[in-house]
């Protein structure tokens, strides 16, 4: 059986592999982008995964889930929330396509 593993060279490249438009690609790599700066802001605070779903009134998997880089499973609206019980702002500018 013939390999079909196919490398590609950028997060573009496998987006448009997987048929998503250049707009869908970068709110993908901004909610990456978003959910990084959130992990790294709840570490610095010293509070744990299940103390953050505490505040949040949900359950410790969903900030795994959120923080393991399941874009595609998690909402701007849950994002939202998270960043306003950590106090985490954010300045959006203009993406990247045409």
Do not use: H, W
Not at 5 to 34: A, C, Q, R, T, W
Not at 62 to 75: N, Q, T, Y
């Amino acid at each position: 059986m013939k390999n079909k593993n196919k490398e590609f060279n950028s997060s573009k490249e496998f987006g448009s592999f997987l048929g998503l438009s250049d707009l869908d690609i970068e709110i993908v790599l901004l909610k990456k982008k978003i959910i990084e700066k959130l992990k790294k802001e709840r570490i610095s605070q010293k509070i744990s995964q299940a103390q953050l779903a505490e505040y949040l009134n949900t359950k410790q998997p969903a900030i795994a889930r959120m923080e393991s880089g399941l874009v595609s499973e998690i909402s701007l609206d849950f994002l939202t929330k998270v960043a306003l019980v950590l106090g985490v702002g954010f300045t959006f500018c203009k993406p990247k396509v045409a």
